[in-house]
């Protein structure tokens, strides 16, 4: 069995700064991909960043030059800096990845909340 789990969530005021992490523990072969996404109330769920195995980073045009992703092979964790927070980050924010155990699946986080919020 696979898990992940995310850390890092919480209130923070507009401008500000929360760093997320994802674990991913279990079973592991091999992470192929590591993905944020978030879910806004009433909105549908949307790819935030992603990092794929070779390095490659891919972003949002809404987070672009403000949210950071990241990586650490050795401990199975990815993690998203976000910086210059607004009222419109506020979502619960989800990791997944693709991962190796006996095939390669999709795996989810429970989620995380972060409000953006004077």
């Known amino acids: 069995q696979v898990q992940l789990v995310e850390s890092g969530g919480g209130l923070v005021q507009p401008g500000g700064s929360l760093r997320l992490s994802c674990a991913a523990s279990?079973?592991?072969?091999?992470?192929?991909?590591m993905r944020w996404y978030r879910q806004a109330p009433g909105k549908q769920r949307e790819l935030v960043a992603f990092i794929n195995s070779d390095g490659t980073i891919n972003y949002a045009d809404s987070v672009k030059g403000r949210f950071t992703i990241s990586r650490d092979n050795a401990k199975n964790t990815w993690y998203l800096q976000m910086n210059s927070l607004r009222p419109e980050d506020t979502a619960k924010y989800y990791c997944?990845?693709?991962?190796?155990?006996?095939?390669?699946?999709?795996?989810w986080g429970q989620g995380t909340q972060v409000t953006v919020s004077s």
């Open positions: 997944n990845a693709q991962i190796l155990n006996v095939i390669v699946d999709d795996y």
């Open positions: 279990g079973n592991i072969r091999r992470i192929y991909v």
